[in-house]
């Protein structure tokens, strides 16, 4: 059993040296302890049974730990990139279990969350008879108001929004989860991208192009919910899709996941998109930043 390396180049301009990354996303790990529900269990087991029986697929943690086998014979590695939905649901098992594993990587992992980060139990229950079990939610445990004090460690210390700064460009986390972007995200993005560096932007859910409805197409039923603001055409979002599109622009490429299948191709002219399958596939792209 094999990853499924996918290779890709992207040629940035002023770089000093080559720069290495994995890309991997969508790997929807579930763990269940003594401490959690029967609803969570029954998940996990269901989870489990899908990625054993059904050809094609692994165990996420088994595939884990090929990449980071991987990455060990690999010494040229700057990061691993993670773009979101490493949890199924949020439970206290899942992450203590997920920051274990990222304990195991031998190179820096930047992380942005997904929308499965923010599910809990009662959202991906698969019957009525098993969203019946599920416990009411711990208000403490809110992640919608609390998710920073489990996510921030992962995520530079902000998952909203965070900056790797290689020196001769940046990657850039933003934290799309729920398909908008919000007025402090795009202050902070004009603030970096006034450094006049190039910039690599991570986000979970991808940006509307015509060779990525295709994808969509033929992987789901119909488009909703697939691409960034397609049901919210705010002025917010207009603005921060016409900044990253515009020719003017230093932010080079798109770098996402959400749709379970791989995809490169241009969001806007000269500007390129890439997006990772599912770590449960064995998919890894990895991307080589080289000098143009």
Not at 153 to 160: N, W
Not at 166 to 183: A, C, K, M, R, S
């Given at each position: 059993?094999?990853?499924?390396?996918?290779?890709?180049?992207?040629?940035?301009?002023?770089?000093?040296?080559?720069?290495?990354?994995?890309?991997?996303?969508?790997?929807?790990?579930?763990?269940?302890?003594?401490?959690?529900?029967?609803?969570?269990?029954?998940?996990?087991?269901?989870?489990?049974?899908?990625?054993?029986?059904?050809?094609?697929?692994?165990?996420?943690?088994?595939?884990?730990?090929?990449?980071?086998?991987?990455?060990?014979?690999?010494?040229?590695?700057?990061?691993?990139?993670?773009?979101?939905?490493?949890?199924?649901?949020?439970?206290?098992?899942?992450?203590?279990?997920?920051?274990?594993?990222?304990?195991?990587?031998?190179?820096?992992?930047?992380?942005?969350?997904?929308?499965?980060?923010?599910?809990?139990?009662?959202?991906?229950?698969?019957?009525?008879?098993?969203?019946?079990?599920?416990?009411?939610?711990?208000?403490?445990?809110?992640?919608?108001?609390?998710?920073?004090?489990?996510?921030?460690?992962?995520?530079?210390?902000?998952?909203?929004?965070?900056?790797?700064?290689?020196?001769?460009?940046?990657?850039?986390?933003?934290?799309?989860?729920?398909?908008?972007?919000?007025?402090?995200?795009?202050?902070?993005?004009?603030e970096q991208a006034s450094r006049n560096l190039p910039i690599l932007l991570m986000m979970h859910v991808?940006?509307?192009?015509?060779?990525?409805?295709?994808?969509?197409?033929?992987?789901?039923?119909?488009?909703?919910?697939?691409?960034?603001?397609?049901?919210?055409?705010?002025?917010?979002?207009?603005?921060?899709?016409?900044?990253?599109?515009?020719?003017?622009?230093?932010?080079?490429?798109?770098?996402?996941?959400?749709?379970?299948?791989?995809?490169?191709?241009?969001?806007?002219?000269?500007?390129?998109?890439?997006?990772?399958?599912?770590?449960?596939?064995?998919?890894?792209?990895?991307?080589?930043?080289?000098?143009?």
């Open positions: 059993m094999k990853l499924n390396i996918e290779n890709t180049t992207i040629k940035l301009p002023g770089l000093k040296r080559e720069y290495h990354f994995y890309h991997i996303t969508d790997a929807h790990i579930t763990h269940a302890g003594a401490q959690d529900s029967e609803a969570e269990r029954i998940l996990m087991e269901k989870d489990i049974e899908k990625y054993t029986t059904t050809p094609g697929l692994t165990l996420p943690g088994e595939a884990w730990d090929m990449l980071m086998e991987q990455i060990k014979d690999d010494p040229a590695t700057d990061a691993l990139l993670i773009t979101g939905d490493m949890f199924n649901f949020f439970n206290l098992s899942t992450h203590r279990m997920i920051r274990d594993m990222f304990k195991t990587c031998p190179v820096e992992i930047l992380y942005t969350p997904g929308n499965h980060e923010f599910c809990n139990p009662v959202d991906v229950a698969y019957t009525p008879e098993l969203q019946a079990l599920v416990r009411p939610t711990d208000p403490a445990l809110d992640i919608h108001v609390m998710y920073h004090k489990f996510y921030d460690e992962f995520m530079g210390g902000d998952a909203d929004f965070w900056v790797r700064d290689y020196g001769d460009f940046l990657i850039v986390g933003i934290n799309n989860e729920d398909h908008d972007i919000t007025p402090s995200q795009m202050d902070r993005l004009k991808g940006v509307r192009s015509d060779s990525y409805i295709e994808v969509i197409k033929a992987n789901w039923q119909g488009l909703n919910m697939y691409f960034l603001f397609e049901n919210n055409d705010s002025p917010m979002n207009k603005a921060f899709s016409d900044f990253i599109r515009s020719p003017e622009s230093n932010v080079a490429a798109v770098i996402a996941g959400h749709v379970h299948a791989a995809h490169a191709g241009e969001y806007a002219p000269g500007k390129m998109q890439y997006i990772a399958a599912p770590l449960y596939e064995k998919y890894v792209r990895k991307i080589t930043v080289t000098p143009c």
